[in-house]
């Protein structure tokens, strides 16, 4: 059966805009990285280079979603497992304040609280990681790589041993070493001058082959209707609430209707309904 391609249905200049886009992006861009992350050898190189090991990779999930018991929920950029059940999240933050050392503490935590049973003795808590990649020398000292773990001060720092681990990669870093030539990888759009083949070959798959490129023009046009909707739902939302006042200050120049009755009808909150008094009688 012959495949049916998005990008062939498209209007010319609408395909012609994709294209370029996906010929300029970079694994520092969201859309991009989340695509070439799924496979489970580039995120299996990606560990190996920032943590100076040897490991495999069992699972990987990228744009992981976990909620918290407020039911607020964060998305993990990669999210993955090694045959050691060590788990691992991965966000690629271009703007400083992605990677902000709070982050880190409520990604590690959320990952804890999800990674093992009700019922289930701690020592079943596994290693955990949270690894921020970043644009820009965020930590500030010169550093490749940042390494943040717990310690006693009591006791000459040493290691607190919780097995929670905090790693910065600084992205300014582009130099002759194992992580510098990953960060140039990163900030590449040119596969053929990429350093690791893995992930070459990776973006090459999606930039220039036509099931690569046709699954990267469904995740635009996606992003693209997710946005019309958003912006459909907040105009909507805007002139809803612009009726509601409308109606409000109707109700109170007639003067005879309570001021709590009026926040109820209109759906607006009582110092809303308030303040449009205080304006009226102004």
Same mark, same amino acid.
């Given at each position: 059966?012959?495949?049916e391609y998005?990008?062939?249905?498209?209007?010319?200049?609408?395909?012609?805009?994709?294209?370029?886009?996906?010929?300029r992006f970079?694994?520092?861009?969201?859309?991009?990285?989340?695509?070439?992350? !799924?496979?489970?050898?580039?995120?299996?190189?990606l560990?190996?280079?920032?943590?100076?090991?040897? =490991?495999?990779?069992?699972?990987?999930?990228?744009?992981?979603?976990?909620?918290?018991?407020?039911?607020r929920?964060?998305? =993990?950029?990669? @999210?993955?497992?090694?045959?050691?059940?060590? @788990?691992?999240?991965?966000?690629?933050? *271009?703007?400083?304040?992605?990677?902000?050392?709070? *982050?880190? *503490?409520?990604?590690?935590a959320?990952?804890?609280?999800?990674s093992?049973?009700?019922?289930?003795?701690?020592?079943? =808590?596994?290693?955990? @990681?949270?690894?921020?990649?970043?644009?820009?020398?965020?930590?500030?000292?010169?550093?490749?790589? @940042?390494?943040?773990?717990?310690?006693?001060?009591?006791?000459?720092n040493?290691?607190?041993?919780?097995?929670?681990?905090?790693?910065?990669?600084?992205?300014?870093?582009?130099?002759?070493?194992?992580?510098? &030539?990953?960060?140039?990888?990163?900030?590449?759009t /040119?596969?053929?001058?990429?350093?690791?083949?893995? =992930?070459?070959?990776?973006?090459?798959?999606?930039?220039? /082959?036509? !099931?690569?490129?046709?699954?990267?023009? &469904?995740?635009?046009?996606?992003?693209?209707?997710?946005?019309?909707?958003?912006?459909?739902?907040?105009?909507?939302?805007?002139?809803?609430?612009e009726?509601?006042?409308e109606?409000?200050?109707?109700?109170?120049?007639?003067?005879?209707?309570?001021?709590?009755?009026?926040?109820?009808?209109?759906?607006?909150?009582?110092?809303?309904?308030?303040?449009?008094?205080?304006?009226?009688?102004?």
């Amino acid at each position: 059966m012959h495949e049916e391609y998005i990008m062939d249905k498209l209007p010319p200049e609408v395909r012609a805009d994709y294209l370029d886009r996906i010929h300029r992006f970079v694994l520092m861009d969201d859309t991009f990285m989340a695509k070439v992350f !799924e496979d489970k050898k580039c995120v299996e190189l990606l560990l190996k280079i920032i943590l100076e090991k040897d =490991l495999t990779v069992e699972k990987v999930v990228s744009q992981y979603s976990i909620k918290n018991l407020q039911g607020r929920s964060i998305r =993990l950029d990669i @999210y993955a497992v090694d045959s050691n059940n060590k @788990y691992y999240n991965i966000e690629v933050q *271009r703007d400083n304040g992605g990677a902000a050392p709070k *982050r880190a *503490r409520y990604n590690s935590a959320l990952m804890d609280a999800n990674s093992i049973l009700p019922g289930d003795d701690w020592d079943k =808590l596994p290693d955990n @990681y949270v690894i921020f990649i970043t644009q820009n020398d965020v930590l500030g000292g010169g550093a490749p790589v @940042y390494t943040i773990e717990r310690t006693v001060r009591q006791k000459n720092n040493v290691s607190f041993e919780d097995h929670s681990h905090i790693i910065y990669v600084n992205g300014e870093c582009r130099d002759s070493s194992a992580i510098g &030539k990953l960060m140039q990888d990163f900030f590449c759009t /040119d596969p053929a001058k990429m350093n690791y083949n893995i =992930l070459a070959e990776r973006a090459k798959f999606f930039k220039e /082959d036509k !099931e690569g490129a046709n699954n990267m023009c &469904k995740i635009m046009e996606e992003l693209r209707d997710k946005t019309a909707a958003e912006v459909t739902k907040k105009v909507t939302s805007e002139v809803t609430a612009e009726r509601n006042r409308e109606i409000a200050l109707r109700l109170i120049q007639l003067g005879s209707v309570p001021l709590e009755q009026i926040a109820e009808a209109t759906g607006l909150t009582l110092d809303e309904v308030k303040k449009l008094a205080e304006k009226h009688t102004a």
